[in-house]
């Protein structure tokens, strides 16, 4: 079944992080894919703070590659950035595995650099940014 929701500005960023929550249906492993600019740490922060993620733990992982955050009901949230990957073993020895086992929700941006990596059941979700600058956030389930 094919998703969408349209986000018309930032002012819609917390409806369609709602609305992504209950229709990712559970998944825990959701792979980014959008081009520098789209919009992926914006989305995935307004997501964080839909699950009562506090604002200022939220910060893009670039250079640390990943940072984890915690829910209002104390439950991690790994949030990944994998653009500076170069090397599949660089995400193999930062223990990948163990947050992808977790059964914790993984947010990644950058997946592209690890895609041989991912199991199966990730979650491909694409941010398209449109001409009259809205976004589009689409996932076939």
Known sequence: MHHEIVIQDLSDL???AS??????????????YAPMGAGKT?????????LG???????????????????AAGVPVYHFDFYRITKLEEALDMGLYEYLDSGDLCLMEWP?????LLPPETLAVSITVHPDGSRSVEWDA
């Open 42 to 50: 914006t989305f995935i922060t307004a997501v964080c703070r839909e």
């Open 112 to 116: 592209e650099n690890i895609e041989e």
């Open 19 to 32: 609305q992504f929550l209950k229709e990712i249906d559970g998944a825990t492993l959701i792979a980014f």
């Open 53 to 71: 993620v506090r604002e200022d733990a939220i910060s893009s992982p670039t250079f640390a590659i990943v940072n984890e955050y915690r829910t």
């Open 14 to 16: 917390g409806r369609a």
